[in-house]
Structure formats: C-alpha cells, structure tokens
C-alpha cells in the first residue's frame, strides 16, 4: 500500500508510544526509535512495527516511534492506526486486515 498523508498516533504519556508515518521520497522502510526501554526491547519494538507496516504491504514509509515503555500490544495497535489514517484504509478489529 502506499502513504497517502503524513500521521501521527499516540501520546508521549507513560506506557504509551507515539507512530508518525510519512511517505519516503527515497524508497524502503525508514523506521527511527526513541524509547526509554531501547536498550532492553529496542529491537523487539522495530520488529513489531516493521511486522504490522509489511501486513499492511507497506514498503516505502519513514516511522518515528517515540516509546514511553509501550507493552507489545499497544505498539501493535497504535501502528495498525497509523497505517489505516496514513493510508486511509479501514481496518476490520475483529478478523484479518
């Protein structure tokens, strides 16, 4: 799928994580973390997002991620809105995108 408008989803509170998707002008993923558990959990929260953005078949995005100590699910759920918003398609909550 393809970026249709810039995003952004979540807050910077505790136990949350902020997504922005931009379209990328120079092809691929861009993913960027900041996060206060990136020492820890770092990679598992790059392998999370980079999972929802392929099921998405989302080649080609630039992803900010500002992470509070999101549990698993939140960073999930917060990256499935930003790809719906991002690439203004609706997502089906109770079976498969």
């Given at each position: 799928m393809e970026i249709k408008q810039a995003v952004m989803v979540g807050t910077l509170e505790s136990?949350?994580?902020?997504?922005?998707?931009?379209?990328?002008?120079?092809k691929g993923l861009e993913i960027q973390l900041q996060?206060?558990?990136?020492?820890?959990?770092?990679?598992?929260?790059?392998?999370?997002?980079?999972?929802?953005l392929e099921s998405f078949g989302i080649k080609d995005a630039v992803v900010n991620a500002a992470d509070r100590g999101a549990l698993?699910?939140?960073i999930r759920a917060r990256t499935q809105a930003a790809c719906c918003?991002?690439?203004?398609?609706k997502?089906?909550?109770e079976g498969e995108n």
């Open positions: 136990s949350d994580i902020q997504i922005s998707i931009s379209p990328n002008p120079n996060s206060v558990v990136n020492a820890q959990f770092g990679d598992s929260i790059i392998a999370t997002i980079t999972e929802v698993d699910w939140i918003r991002a690439t203004e398609t997502f089906d909550w």
